[in-house]
């Protein structure tokens, strides 16, 4: 049921970028704005105007948060996890570059979590490479540079700069009409971070690790959402939209109960704290599933 | 020809000048994204137009703290901000808080919400949203 959604909100968006783009035949015209009608009037449902599509925001969790709470499990640092620094030579379009910048930051951050500060500093150098290829020096400039640089082995200091100029590519990529690489930039991220969960909870049977993998349902219908835009971009664009699709076929097998409860606001602090309740029911299958449709997704787009 | 040049001319002037506003609400957001709250690595910005919402569509891991921030123009205060549940329960609403520019969210379980942002003066007013999303490094 949650498929047919993600699928008809993939081709809602279809048909909008479509309406955007062309002017055909009135016949097409008309049945597609009677499809633009009925999905705002299905939203609005006040007086207030809800724009869907182009003000709705989908916000993905940073991939950071995961190699935090990897380290904080007391997980112990696994070199195979990451993506081959040798790989990059395979990434000749920009493609396979923006998404694999999301992968390495990815990896960087969980390397210098681990105090793996040499490796740490070849996969920065890929991650160079990579900007100055798809022109993002405009983030990665040689302030930032310098910046990372002086604090490989700091984890905290590099978390913030490295957070903060992936933000600033991004902005520089919505600024410059090129957002299609700014979307496979983050999901090259998001992508690395679930392999990373599935991989560890396969292995160590964390529960804390297990529920955030099962915490990953929303965000990955959000990336189908943000992908679902440049579904017609090209045959690569078409695959991975598809895959990650097939992949929320199996979260859409996870059952999650939810339970309001009033949150607690100090006002002095400036922080409300919200205690609403929500459980996860999720089995080994879902989670060997998972580990098994994310790792062939990861190894397509870093191969 | 010369009309042409002088179009030119204004198109760019507007040009640098939107920009240039751009870049000054963006920094009024940026003044809050200091650490221990890192940038969830995403710019997240929609144009509004009179009474429209922007709708933020995010999910908050248990365990962490997160800080939302959202400027709009020059000042402060021109947001109004609301977060809710799935089930559309009000958690937070800037509007009673003397429409404060940010918030910190101390999370227990892993939560969806949708945070709504409309501009403040409705009638004369019109542009950029900008929302930060953070989460507290060491919580």
């Known amino acids: ?303 | 020809m010369k009309n042409k040049y002088i179009l030119l001319f204004l198109f760019l002037v507007s040009f640098s000048f939107a920009n240039a506003q751009v870049d000054k609400t963006i920094q009024l957001c940026e003044k809050y994204l200091v650490p221990p709250f890192v940038s969830d690595g995403q710019d997240y910005r929609s144009l509004l137009n009179d009474d429209e919402v922007a709708e933020f569509h995010m999910t908050l891991y248990g365990g962490a703290t997160y800080r939302i921030i959202a400027c709009s123009g020059e000042k402060e205060g021109n947001i109004i901000f609301s977060l809710y549940d799935i089930e559309k329960n009000l958690l937070f609403t800037n509007r009673d808080h003397q429409d404060a520019p940010y918030w910190d969210f101390k999370i227990t379980n892993t939560i969806e919400v949708v945070l709504e942002s409309e501009l403040k003066n409705q009638e004369d007013n019109s542009g950029f949203v900008f929302i930060s999303l953070a989460f507290k490094q060491n919580n």
Not at chain 1, 138 to 156: H, L, R, S, Y
Request: charged fraction near 25%; proline fraction near 3%.
């Open chain 1, 1 to 303: 049921m949650k498929t047919i959604k993600i699928l008809s909100i993939v081709l809602s968006f279809f048909v909008l970028y479509g309406l955007s783009s062309c002017n055909s035949s009135t016949k097409k015209e008309s049945e597609d704005q009677s499809i633009n009608d009925e999905t705002l009037a299905e939203i609005d449902s006040n007086n207030v105007t809800i724009i869907k599509f182009k003000n709705t925001l989908f916000s993905i969790p940073s991939p950071y948060q995961v190699s935090i709470l990897i380290k904080k499990a007391n997980i112990e640092y696994n070199p195979e996890l990451v993506n081959s620094l040798e790989n990059i030579a395979n990434y000749t379009s920009n493609f396979k570059k923006a998404i694999n910048m999301g992968v390495y930051g990815t990896d960087l951050a969980y390397l210098n979590m681990n105090k793996q500060i040499p490796k740490a500093v070849k996969y920065f150098a890929n991650l160079k490479i990579m900007s100055e290829e798809l022109q993002l020096s405009g983030a990665f400039n040689p302030t930032v540079i310098k910046q990372i640089e002086n604090n490989m082995g700091n984890e905290d200091s590099l978390l913030y700069i490295l957070s903060k100029t992936y933000r600033e590519s991004d902005k520089y990529l919505k600024e410059n009409n090129r957002e299609d690489l700014g979307v496979l930039i983050l999901a090259g991220g998001w992508i690395e971070s679930l392999y990373f969960l599935a991989k560890v909870a396969d292995e160590t049977h964390n529960q804390e690790i297990i529920n955030r993998l099962g915490d990953q349902k929303h965000p990955l219908d959000n990336l189908i959402k943000i992908m679902s835009q440049y579904y017609n971009q090209s045959p690569q664009y078409m695959k991975i939209i598809e895959d990650l699709i097939d992949l929320a076929y199996v979260y859409d097998g996870i059952d999650v109960e939810y339970e309001y409860k009033e949150p607690i606001t100090d006002t002095t602090q400036k922080i409300t704290t919200i205690n609403s309740t929500s459980k996860l029911i999720l089995n080994a299958e879902h989670i060997n599933l998972i580990a098994e449709k994310i790792a062939k997704i990861r190894e397509k787009i870093i191969d």
